[in-house]
T-cell receptor
Framework: KAGVTQTPRYLIKTRGQQVTLSCSPI?????VSWYQQTPGQGLQFLFE???????NKGNFPGRFSGRQFSNSRSEMNVSTLELGDSALYLC??????????????FGPGTRLTVL | GEDVEQSLFLSVREGDSSVINCTYT??????LYWYKQEPGAGLQLLTY?????DMKQDQRLTVLLNKKDKHLSLRIADTQTGDSAIYFC???????????FGKGTMLLVSP
């Protein structure tokens, strides 16, 4: 089974621009979560999508948004980029089945650099 | 709120055992996970333990959970240079699917 894929792998943007990152979950997985990883703050939860609905949201400003499509693929968008948004953005998928352990499996991440 | 703490660095010699420790604060944690991250890569799931278990063994990996002290450890037997990476402890609270991570422990294995 193919793992979680994320595109693009690397991205360079300038302050004020916006960016869209994409995540394709493992086949059959219905939940997608997004995390931001920085050297200072570590791994922080952004949001989770399940059945095309945002189920949980972390403590991030409204500039960070996302969506999920009917095939469970997800995108996240960051508008008005700031230097502090430079990070590795990780996507994780899980089955979200009743009675399952619901372990999250991570993709390789998208490295975003804001200049 | 939830908090997960880990020591930042561990150095061992090849062939020795490594023990990485983690403490957490959320008493409603249901599952506790260990992930491995190599440079430039995402997180690789190593193992997990349910909160009502004390120990889980998976080949070279042994997870010990002391629920009273909210202490979790990962023991890697016969550590190899390929085990050099950052190891993250994560907890998942009851009713939620989100993970709360520690800051990671960098394991350096020298020949």
């Amino acid at each position: 089974k193919a793992g979680v894929t994320q595109t693009p792998r690397y991205l360079i943007k300038t302050r004020g621009q916006q960016v869209t990152l994409s995540c394709s979950p493992i086949s059959g997985h219905r939940s997608v979560s997004w995390y931001q990883q920085t050297p200072g703050q570590g791994l922080q939860f952004l949001f989770e999508y399940f059945s095309e609905t945002q189920r949980n949201k972390g403590n991030f400003p409204g500039r960070f948004s996302g969506r999920q499509f009917s095939n469970s693929r997800s995108e996240m968008n960051v508008s008005t980029l700031e230097l502090g948004d430079s990070a590795l953005y990780l996507c994780a998928s899980s089955p979200r089945l009743a009675g399952s352990i619901d372990t999250q499996y991570f993709g390789p991440g998208t490295r975003l650099t804001v200049l | 709120g939830e908090d997960v703490e880990q020591s930042l660095f561990l150095s061992v010699r090849e062939g020795d055992s490594s023990v990485i420790n983690c403490t957490y604060t959320d008493s409603s944690s249901t599952y506790l996970y260990w992930y491995k991250q190599e440079p430039g890569a995402g997180l690789q799931l190593l193992t997990y333990i349910f909160s009502n278990m004390d120990m889980k063994q998976d080949q070279r990996l042994t997870v010990l959970l002391n629920k009273k002290d909210k202490h979790l450890s990962l023991r890697i037997a016969d550590t190899q240079t390929g085990d050099s990476a950052i190891y993250f402890c994560a907890e998942r609270s009851s009713g939620y699917s989100t993970l709360t991570f520690g800051k990671g422990t960098m394991l350096l294995v020298s020949p």
